[in-house]
């Protein structure tokens, strides 16, 4: 695990475009692991941004998002669906039939995860995995109790998650109480982990993850046990954090190859 410390949210999505555009120049085949969240929406920008003036090709990667509600129609106006179409589908050259997202709809949730995880392991495991964390230290819908070895799932929202959704729905009542989520154990297969935080609201939960101990209570400590994992945060979310941290230039001046391949 590497923390590098940015010095806003801008400069944390900048580096966080770069890490994963440099996976999509290089591998003949990228599988990215997507999330969703206001955190991520920088990162999409940027890698949008790429795509138009730099050429950035996506035409070869295959993409797997970590979660969706249960019972939301991939058209609802809240669906994971709706919001990776809204923030990067649509603006990128990706193989619309290689972008995949759990069916929250489907008929035998179980059955469903079992064929997500077998998609991903079929795709060739995922390349890069893009990472938000929840105010409680969250990754993904693994809530607070996530075994670190879980398997995609159905899981069960804790209130705390279900008040932090909340701006997004109309009332507290209509946030969907069920997720299916790639679990804690799928998400540490991925080759790299790319786990981004900003603002004050997140500085406990990084702190926790970071230099607390590895504990199913808090399921982003899981980054600890990954041997390429980045963890990048901004100034507010690193608020709490004791340990002396590089930042993004000193990492970038010392580009850390070995680490990186």
Same mark, same amino acid.
């Given at each position: ?86 923030? @990067? ?51 993904? =819908? ?25 701006? =997004? @729905? ?21 080759? =790299? ?69």
């Amino acid at each position: 695990m590497k923390v590098v410390l940015a010095s806003d949210p801008v400069e944390m999505s900048a580096f966080a475009a770069r890490f994963v555009a440099r996976r999509v120049r290089e591998v003949s085949h990228p599988v990215l692991g997507l999330a969703t969240g206001d955190t991520v929406l920088g990162t999409y920008s940027e890698l949008i941004r790429m795509h138009r003036e730099e050429g950035l090709d996506f035409s070869a990667c295959t993409t797997f998002n970590l979660d969706e509600y249960v019972g939301l129609s991939p058209r609802h106006p809240q669906s994971y669906h709706t919001a990776m179409e809204a923030s @990067f589908f649509r603006h990128v050259n990706l193989d619309r039939g290689r972008t995949f997202l759990p069916n929250g709809t489907a008929p035998d949730l179980l059955l469903e995860a079992e064929r997500y995880e077998a998609a991903i392991c079929q795709a060739g495991g995922v390349t890069v995995q893009l990472l938000g964390i929840g105010s409680n230290g969250h990754v993904a =819908f693994n809530e607070p109790g996530s075994s670190l070895r879980s398997r995609t799932r159905v899981k069960r929202l804790s209130d705390q998650t279900i008040r932090d959704n909340a701006r =997004f @729905f109309a009332s507290p009542d209509e946030v969907p109480r069920y997720v299916l989520t790639m679990g804690v154990g799928t998400i540490g297969e991925a080759r =790299f982990l790319l786990l981004l935080a900003s603002g004050e609201r997140k500085a406990a939960a990084v702190r926790a993850a970071i230099e607390g101990p590895l504990t199913a209570m808090c399921p982003a400590s899981m980054v600890q046990l990954h041997p390429h994992a980045f963890v990048v945060v901004d100034r507010a979310a690193a608020s709490q954090l004791a340990g002396a941290y590089e930042t993004v230039t000193q990492v970038e001046s010392d580009p850390y190859e070995e680490f990186l391949n």
